[in-house]
């Protein structure tokens, strides 16, 4: 276990930048502990702190007047065990300075309009960054500044207000300070909001965001004062193998941008590729444990992780596995990773010590398996929360739960179960949003016995093939006409009205399939044997359209 040096108050203020409006009682952030790690509150919680209490507390949901009660209580001397460094929140009451300045307790007022989950994540971040510094951890291909530090030289080269954003735009990797500069494009962009749509609208005319995605050139964007938007530079980052990583924004301030602040931008391009390669391939310390929890990367000792992560090592889990459905399917992957931050938020919500990891394109959490029913009415919250993200690209979440479990040790047997039932479910199937495998159990067996069939082409009826040609041959609809018959019992007018043709039709297709075939559907053996090996092309045939994970 490697212990973590805290970083400071101000250097917390200093990270969240425009997203701050105040800090309420400023003499108590100098006098104030310390921050090493940060956690999400809400009013159910407030007053149930642990007295091993987090340093930083992001206070979501809160009322005014439970707001300014706690934080008097905080002065108490029976409170001292219970004294965070930093309280975040977003309301502003009158007496709030009193308050704090009671509590002892630094506490910043962030704006409105700041998604929490940015909150957490640039907060989380700072720490992350001051953790990994001290383990030594260095840059590859000879770079030795990572993305804070990158932003500080470009800024200082060139005499712009600075931001790196990841590859979908919604979301800001790092940002130099903006001094009062910043122009509101800037500021709702650190905000974790989208900008003004008009002026978005405007960059999208002009080919500002099909540019940076294309190549490597600069663009340089003319100020708009109509908008108040100020002239700024653009570049695209992009890795070697041509996979676009994100962008360089460079905001003019009051002062004009350097004369040679477009060879300044091409060459912080390359390095911001090659730090963003090395961060795709190496995560940090904590984020890497934590996915070893689940059992990646040849898994943990649960003691160690246990210890490190301040998790009762055998406390009963509960494993939860979120997948996307629909919408685009080659942008799963990206779209997990850009709402990773959201389901983090929600978890820490939830659960203050609830772990989370994207791997592969699915998101997992780890919560303390306290109230089966409790859980399963969050999670059915959680997914229909993000119907209509933008992110999802117009995929819907799909989650399945394992609970309970003994202990961390069992997370990764855990995760294997998840995505069993998350893997052999297919998901163009009418079904429920939230599951498991004890509910599951059919789909899922049935799910991987056709998998396991997919593979072995000799176990596969011939006959069904000889009439899957004779379809394809004569233009005639054999095939789904047995499957939709077997799929009634054999019931011909339900089947008929399934395909939408007459009866007599019906009976006439599927005698004509059985003369081909050599097939008797009124034996019991044919007719399951039939439907197995329909079953199994249906499912190498949705597989072959993307439909189906075949894994």
Known sequence: MVDRSPISVAEVIGALDTAVVRVASMSTVADTGQVD?????????????????????????IADADLLQWLRSLGEPAAAGRRPAVVLVKSDPPQLDEAAAASGVAVVVIDPRARWDRVLTTVQASLDRHHDDELGTALTAGVDVDL??????????????VSIEDATSARVLAYSPSKGEADDLRVETILGRAGPPAYLDLLRRWGVFDAIRRGNEVVDVPEHPEQGMRRRLVVGIHSRAGRHL??????????????????????????????????LQAPTAESQLVQRVFGAHGGVDATSAGAYLAWPVDEPIAVIGVVPVGGDEAAHADAMTSVGGSLRLHASAFAPSALTSVMDGRAYLLLPAAGADAITRWVGGLVRRFDGDPALGGA???????????GLAEAPAGRAEVDRVLSATTPDVEQTRVTTLAESRTAVLLGEILQTLAG?????????????????????????????????????????AAMGIHAN?????????????????DDPDDRLLTAITLAVRERRDAHRSGRVDMQ
């Open 396 to 406: 819907v979440l799909r989650a399945a739960i394992v609970m309970p479990l003994a």
């Open 37 to 61: 790690s940060v956690a999400v509150i809400d009013s159910t919680e407030l007053a149930t702190l642990p007295e091993a209490v987090t340093e930083a507390l992001l206070l979501v949901g």
């Open 456 to 496: 072995r082409a000799d176990l596969i009826d011939p006959r069904v093939e000889l009439i899957a040609r004779y379809d394809a041959e004569h233009a005639t609809e054999l095939v789904p006409t047995m499957s939709a018959y077997l799929a009634v019992a054999g019931r011909v007018r339900d089947a008929a």
């Open 505 to 521: 039709t019906l009976r006439y297709r599927i005698d004509r399939a059985q003369q081909l075939s050599g097939l008797r559907l």
């Open 246 to 279: 994100g962008s360089i924004w460079v905001q003019e301030g009051l002062g004009p941008l350097a004369s040679d602040a477009v060879d300044v931008l091409r060459g912080a391009a390359a390095i911001a590729a090659r730090i963003l390669t090395r961060e």
């Open 148 to 161: 804070i530090g990158l932003v500080g030289l470009i800024a200082h080269g060139t005499g712009g207000l």
